[in-house]
């Protein structure tokens, strides 16, 4: 009967072996396992020391018994491998625990080792308040250590998915958390304006954040950074990569790839036949880069164990490779790429381009419709879709799939806006943010909507030296703009087109891309030709400084908004008050039909906020049907319904005030 051995169980291994017996039930098959855990759920370590995985047994997916039993695989855990014989196909190993050595026979290898976290060479790293997560036993031994000792202060190292992940789970436990990276950013996978969501959401918790800064050396009580600084901390995790374990297979003279790690063909077959790898030790081909990376993700890891599993019993399955799909959930906020970064696909030699849009998850009249995020990257020369990120709070995985299955397939960005996705209410709007970023992706790449990303725009400034419009109502403008930007309402900027200086280059701005987008055209109907539109508006400029920030350009930022982690029933230890509004004795009196979110982050003096549909029942109360009433909102556009809503119960004396621009203009701010 022939022998299949496999080295490393949890991701590749595990699902190899179950592979590998589903096809053939005369194999003897067996997995040695340097851990004692041979299949558990390393990618919910942090979720149960956070606390939202309430049971550490539903994070161990299959025991050696439960091996034995449904599939006839033995199982040794606490097992090294130590040597691989080639000539004989021979595996000498050791027990950790009683170290007995045996030697187990195969004839054919898969070698699924995984990796290990790195721990840097500096003072103090050993010492018993510093830890790394990538076991059961290392994730026991921190709930034991948070358990006993109950620190008030952590420093995590490392702002990656784990760190991050980590950073969330601490502050669950009531820990004041600061992390270093040593990045200018965190996650720096990400663009630097999808960085800068999740850094405001980490700030908004209260994290500090120690960027662009690593760490030097660990003390008892306290942390040094590379600038010179210290942190008090008496809980340190170790988040800053993970390394392939590569010895067994340097020892036997595999051969390794450019990236460092295990090479294989597109069988997982190394250079020798008998010998198959996979997950995160090995090399593959990035699916649109078409050159061999490292990726140390489950998913990968999960079908590449398949595939060596069926291939290692004489199959020739060929593994496609990836579009590297990732994504990461901090606190309530998520986000997300597949494919090539902009930067990387620049790098790789392609004439690549990006937009960035933001649209609600799904119809905004339904409850819990939040903005979701979408930058697209495209190849100009052939319109293929490149690569994709995506942040927001809710509908987040479906749009990176959408752009993964889009890549996989060698769709367009015109492919990308025929895609008829799924649409209700509850779940989406009729154009999908995808759809939407075909949309405007086409726009730029055409030169009807011509674009500039927020990352490129200082160097946009200094080279053309733009006459640059914010489009935003003043109020939004006055908390945060782009220094020497002219604020102007769309109206106004319509009835002033001769005092705009002729020739000159412009750059327009509004909230989120979409009205400048507007007026883009506008202006070049009436024959401004050099005319763009900032990808995103200020939501991306905003971002972006604050995850990278600019030179020399001047942009400010929103206020942290402070947040705190709920409960189990959904609620946190604030209790708001609803203030009664006082209409004024004398004058109009001034309607805000905005949302009550639009009207307290600023309204026009003395107004009073009543939504739309409520407004006949307020209005009766306040029985003066000739009473001055003046209704305005963003647009003027739901305020022109409240005036019908009024007139239609009798009400004489009432007007559309229009935007909350144009009323500012008529009511200036104190």
């Known amino acids: 009967m022939k022998e299949l051995l496999i080295i490393g169980g949890v991701a590749s291994g595990a699902t190899a072996a179950a592979r590998a017996r589903r096809l053939n039930n005369d194999v003897n098959i067996t997995i040695l396992e340097a851990g004692a855990d041979v299949s558990f759920a390393n990618c919910g370590l942090p979720y149960y020391l956070g606390g939202d995985i309430e049971y550490r047994s539903s994070l161990i997916l299959a025991s050696p018994e439960t091996f034995d039993d449904q599939y006839k695989v033995k199982v040794y855990t606490n097992t090294q491998a130590i040597e691989i014989d080639r000539e004989n196909k021979i595996v000498k190993a050791v027990n950790t625990e009683t170290k007995e050595q ?17 721990i840097p060479p500096l003072k103090g790293v050993d010492k018993k308040h510093v830890f790394q997560l990538w076991t059961l036993k290392d994730m026991d031994e921190i709930d034991l250590f948070l358990y006993e000792n109950n620190p008030k202060k ?14 969330e789970a601490l502050v669950k436990r009531g820990m004041e958390v600061t992390l270093v990276e040593m990045a200018p950013q965190v996650l720096p996978n990400l663009e630097g304006e999808f960085a800068g969501f999740i850094t405001k959401e980490l700030l908004d918790y209260g994290v500090k954040l120690k960027l662009g800064t690593s760490l030097q050396e660990v003390e008892d009580d306290k942390v040094i950074l590379s600038d010179g600084t210290s942190v008090e901390t008496d809980f340190v995790l170790l988040s800053i990569g993970v390394r392939p374990t590569l010895q ?4 036997a003279n595999l051969e390794l790839g450019k990236t460092g790690s295990l090479l294989v063909n597109e069988q997982l077959m190394t250079n020798d036949p008998a010998i198959f790898a996979a997950g995160d030790m090995v090399e593959i081909e990035d699916r649109v880069l078409g050159k061999h990376i490292r990726v140390p993700l489950a998913g990968p890891a999960n079908r590449q164990g398949r595939i060596a599993g069926e291939n290692a019993l004489g199959g020739s399955r060929v593994y496609k490779g990836t579009s590297t799909s990732s ?13 090539m970064s902009l930067k990387a696909a620049r790098d790789a030699g392609f004439s690549a381009d990006a937009i960035v849009i933001h649209k609600v998850s799904h119809t905004a009249y339904y409850k819990g419709a939040e903005m979701v995020s979408v930058m697209l990257i495209w190849d100009r020369a052939t319109k293929k879709i490149l690569g994709g990120q995506v942040a927001g709070y809710v509908g987040i995985d479906k749009r990176i799939d959408v752009l993964a299955t889009a890549i996989a397939g060698g769709l367009t960005i015109e492919d990308l806006g025929e895609l008829g996705l799924s649409y209700a209410p509850p779940f989406n709007s009729p154009n999908d943010p995808v759809n939407m970023a075909s949309f405007t992706a086409v726009n730029h790449d055409t030169g009807f909507s011509p674009s500039i990303l927020a990352q490129d725009l200082e160097l946009f400034v200094n080279a053309k030296q733009p006459v640059v419009i914010d489009l935003r109502d003043p109020i939004t403008f006055s908390k945060a703009h782009v220094y020497s930007s002219n604020n102007i309402s769309q109206g106004s900027l319509r ?11 412009i750059l327009l701005i509004s909230d989120d891309g979409q009205k400048s987008h507007v007026v883009l055209r506008m202006l070049k ?12 508006g200020y939501t991306s400029i905003e971002r972006h400084e604050r995850a990278i920030g600019y030179k020399h350009l ?15 029933t959904g609620l946190t230890d604030d209790v708001e008050v609803e203030e009664e509004q006082q209409i004024a004795d004398v004058g109009p009196v001034i309607i805000d039909v905005r949302t009550p979110m639009e009207f307290n982050l600023g309204a026009v003096p003395n107004a009073i906020n009543v939504g739309l549909d409520v407004l006949k029942r307020w209005a009766q109360e306040l029985g003066d049907h000739d009473r001055e009433i003046i209704i305005y909102c963003a647009t003027g556009a739901r305020s022109s319904y409240g005036v019908r809503l009024l007139q239609q119960v009798g009400f004489t004396n009432v007007s559309n005030g229009g935007s909350l621009h144009e009323m500012i203009e008529r009511f200036p701010l104190d």
């Open 248 to 251: 067994l297979a340097k020892d």
């Open 154 to 167: 952590a420093v995590v190292v490392g702002g990656g998915f784990i760190g991050l992940e980590m950073v």
């Open 495 to 505: 009835e002033n087109l001769d005092r705009i200086p002729e020739g000159a280059p």
């Open 327 to 339: 994504i990461v959930k901090v606190f309530e906020a998520v986000a997300g790429s597949t494919g």
């Open 525 to 536: 109907g009436s024959g401004f030709d050099e005319v763009y539109n900032l990808s995103g």
């Open 554 to 568: 001047s942009a400010g930022l929103f206020p942290i908004t402070k947040k705190k982690i709920k409960d189990e």
């Open 102 to 118: 045996h030697t187990f026979p195969y004839d054919s290898l898969i070698l699924a080792q995984g990796g290990k976290p790195i």
